[in-house]
């Protein structure tokens, strides 16, 4: 080996060794710091780019389950008008039966059509009031609802089913007047009350659809989630065992290096008398 004071090769490599180390020591701190092995595009452009892109349609699947909430608080409003409706047919379903009674006196009568006319005004409150941040799937002021179903926009649609008293075909007329008409009234309430009970199967079925719909998002998000943490996570007890070999081999490169820097200083015996 060439002895010179200008040129030290064996510090050269050592020096080489230890900046090499360096880095791969920088990098694995980074991880650790991180707890991504792909942090930046500067890591590695393709895998930080296919990254991203998932990132981004899961982020937008959280707008997507707002959505669908949305659709579902609706139909359990609309739901819940339902039943009291149907509870209330049935109410009205037993005045107009009581009432066809022809040895009712005119008071009786006139009690029972009394409670008649409450019921029905009390459903069309039922179906008024129906709403949910100011939208109703029952009162009749719409035809269907669409509601967001994934990251591309496209909608899960829920048709409406009014249950005012014309979508389950009674009108503010109907009353009871005497124990004949009080007897025909017994068959128009309870055709009513069956288009309530099938509209409600309707708006029953579009919930669950839309349950199991959101349960999905729910369960693409998570692997998409799962999906970009494998590509970018970093495994922190891998890393962390590395940072103790390269803490370790970074002492004897420095060590290493003095070492080397000594090495001109041998010239320095050749002078000695």
Known sequence: MLNSINTNPGALIALQNLNATNTELATT???????????????????????KMQSANSAS????KDSLQRGQSTIDVA??????????????????????DTSLNTASFNALKSDFDSLREQIKKAAENAKFNGVSLSDGSTTKLAF???????N?????QTLALAGIGLSDADTLTDATQAKTMITTVATALQSATNKLASLGTASTGLDMHLTFVGKLQDSLDTGVGNM???DLAKESAKLQSLQTKQQLGVQALSIANQAPQSIMSLFRG
Do not use: H
């Open 29 to 51: 701190q980074g991880r650790i710091n991180t707890g991504k092995k792909v942090a930046t595009a500067k890591d590695n452009g393709a895998i930080w780019s296919i990254a």
């Open 61 to 64: 699947l959280n707008s997507v």
């Open 79 to 100: 739901l819940a008008a339902g039943d009291t409706i149907t509870d209330l047919l049935t109410k009205m379903k037993e005045k107009a039966l009581a009432a066809s």
């Open 148 to 154: 967001l179903s994934n990251s591309d926009g496209d």
């Open 156 to 160: 899960f649609t829920v048709n409406a």
């Open 232 to 234: 970018v996570d970093a």
